[in-house]
């Protein structure tokens, strides 16, 4: 049985992966997201999640994407949305910045742009989106967060797991 491309449990793991990020920028930082201008590199299932909680919460969200497409859907909801050689121009202004793309997407040349003490976490999996080394040899709050949904939502990220199993055996959806 596989649970690769179960597109209900991908969607839920994608909201619960970012209600995590933001608890964890939130217990670190000492501003307000409701007040801050953060960024959201990348727009996939995590990235659209993140984006419309931090919208949420009245953050002043910058989306930066690579295709056309994923910016026009940012801003229809409601973020400022860039490419990614423009995030360069738009990075200094930024308190914390979210990192989804699997691929290396801020490097040194990136990360200097930051403001000193800008948070920046890593949501990505290997190879990993942040050069972490950089990030702080720069001064910045950089990290990591592995086990990302279970570590936040152990009992919603196993109640979706258990539904995802059901589905696959069943061959059909069981969502509750």
């Not at 859907?73 to 910045?97: F, I, N, Q, T």
């Not at 490097?107 to 950089?134: F, H, I, N, T, W």
């Amino acid at each position: 049985m596989s649970l690769n491309g179960n597109e209900h449990l991908t969607l839920r793991y994608a909201v619960y992966t970012a209600e995590g990020a933001i608890h964890s920028v939130s217990e670190r930082a000492l501003f307000s997201l409701s007040e801050a201008n953060v960024m959201v590199v990348g727009y996939g299932r995590i990235g659209r999640a993140l984006t419309g909680m931090l919208l949420g919460y009245g953050a002043k969200v910058t989306v930066a994407a690579r295709s056309p497409e994923a910016r026009n859907m940012a801003e229809r909801a409601g973020a400022r949305a860039v490419d990614m050689e423009e995030m360069l121009l738009h990075l200094p202004s930024h308190r914390a910045v979210f990192s989804t793309p699997p691929q290396r997407v801020l490097e040194a040349r990136q990360l200097s742009c930051l403001r000193q003490g800008a948070m920046v976490l890593d949501l990505s999996s290997p190879p990993y989106g942040v050069d972490l080394k950089a990030a702080q040899t720069l001064g910045l709050n950089a990290w990591r967060e592995p086990g990302l949904p279970g570590r936040f939502c152990p009992e919603s990220a196993g109640r979706a797991l258990l539904c995802a199993i059901r589905e696959a055996k069943k061959g059909g959806v069981t969502y509750e």
